[in-house]
């Protein structure tokens, strides 16, 4: 079992950063990845971010790339978020999560992540 505890979320105004932070207690796999996801109101959840506990790749989604840089450090199985250049529409409830082998289904399926933290809030103000 795998427990995710998320920090670091808050308000900022467009053009600003944030940095998210994200500790799992309990087994990492190999073969897992970490990285986060985000829901803004009325939305569907969004792959953000994912690296690999592993080896340190990476992927992003679309909307962040060139403003968002994900990092971990293995030993103490910590996950980061640099947010910068921040847009309103960054704004959402962002999870951490665990989980996609990187076999078969798409690294940006909800389904495809087995652990979620509680997530925590960015607000983004224009």
């Known amino acids: 079992q795998v427990q995710l505890v998320e920090s670091g979320g808050g308000s900022v105004q467009a053009g600003g950063s944030l940095r998210l932070s994200c500790t799992a207690s309990g087994t990492i796999s190999s073969r897992d990845w970490m990285g986060w996801f985000r829901q803004a109101p009325g939305k569907e959840r969004e792959a953000v971010a994912i690296i690999h506990h592993s080896s340190g790749s990476q992927y992003y989604g679309a909307s962040v790339t060139g403003r968002f840089t994900i990092s971990q450090e293995r030993a103490k199985k910590t996950v980061s978020l640099q947010m910068n250049r921040l847009k309103p529409e960054d704004t959402a409830m962002y999870y951490c999560?665990?989980?996609?082998?990187?076999?078969?289904?798409?690294?940006?399926?909800?389904?495809?992540?087995?652990?979620w933290g509680q997530g925590t809030q960015v607000t983004v103000s224009s």
């Open positions: 999560v665990v989980g996609w082998d990187g076999d078969g289904g798409s690294w940006k399926s909800v389904s495809e992540y087995k652990y």
